[in-house]
């Protein structure tokens, strides 16, 4: 049995008089991709952010490795990756300018082509932040939650705005850190994403959880309740004719 890598209590965050999270309870285990499911506005990035120390909560106990909280954020942040907004970056510098720059940050000696590689941007390594497209963007910035060799990785909808094929790249991309071992949790809005990505989920909707399992087991679950689609399922949908004639290759110039 692999064990608790993060167990969150009954977290509740308030804004002023509004309340975004609602009392949401949840662990996350060692070695899965754990996703957080939800509408916009459902409290999604609140929760991640408190997680990630980087936000206050109003009440709740969260542990993260062993660690609370509330008493040693400073070593709950040693053992994370976060994934910046794209905003936070030097548009100017070269991407290897900016691992350094970021490792120096950390106290870590990474070695940039290591790391670039391990993200597929050798060949941009020369390159400047703001001459990468959306999908190499997103690339960069998961390299740059791994840095620090972190335990446990934070990707907020990593993929939103992405075209389908740097889409499947960054899937193969999270499943490929998970496999050596790194926890992952991620938040999106797409199910399709979900089903292929994630080990389990929470459903999250008005910063309450309406359900968390594997994408299999809510599946199961709702066909138990007599649930079938309206029309016969289709054997393919668009989504696959448009990667059938396209491929799977990224476009990115
Ligand atoms: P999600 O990431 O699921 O889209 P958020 O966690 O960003 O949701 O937001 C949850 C709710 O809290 C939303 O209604 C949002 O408008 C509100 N909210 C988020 N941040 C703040 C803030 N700093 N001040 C006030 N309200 C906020
Ligand atoms: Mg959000």
């Not at 049995?1 to 996350?28: C, R, T, W």
């Not at 932040?129 to 907020?156: H, V």
């Not at 004719?241 to 290759?249: K, N, Y």
């Amino acid at each position: 049995m692999a064990s608790k890598i993060i167990q969150v209590q009954n977290l509740v965050k308030n804004y002023g008089n509004f309340e975004a999270v609602k009392g949401i309870s949840f662990d996350v285990m060692e070695g899965e991709i754990f996703g957080l499911l939800g509408p916009n506005g459902a409290g999604k990035s609140t929760t991640l952010e408190i997680i990630e120390t980087l936000r206050q909560k109003t009440s709740g106990k969260i542990e993260v490795d062993g660690f609370d909280i509330d008493k040693d954020p400073g070593e709950i942040k040693k053992i994370i990756g976060v994934q910046l907004q794209t905003s936070g970056y030097y548009p100017g510098l070269k991407l290897t300018e900016l691992i350094n720059l970021f490792s120096g940050l950390y106290n870590r000696d990474v070695n940039p082509m290591e790391l670039l590689d391990l993200v597929n941007l050798r060949d941009k390594a020369k390159s400047k932040y703001k001459e990468l497209s959306g999908g190499q963007k997103q690339r960069f910035s998961i390299a740059t939650t791994l840095i620090n060799e972190p335990k446990i990785i934070f990707l907020d909808e990593p993929t939103t705005g992405l075209d389908p094929q740097a889409r499947r790249s960054l899937w193969e991309l999270i499943k490929g850190i998970r496999s050596k071992g790194t926890t992952v949790i991620i938040t999106t809005h797409y199910m399709d994403e979900a089903e292929v990505l994630c080990d389990r989920v929470a459903i999250i909707d008005s910063g309450k959880i309406i359900a968390m399992d594997s994408p299999d087991g809510l599946i199961d679950k709702l066909v138990a309740t007599g649930f079938e689609r309206p029309k016969e399922v289709k054997k393919a949908n668009l989504e696959d004719v448009f990667i059938q004639m396209t491929g799977h290759t990224l476009r990115e110039e």
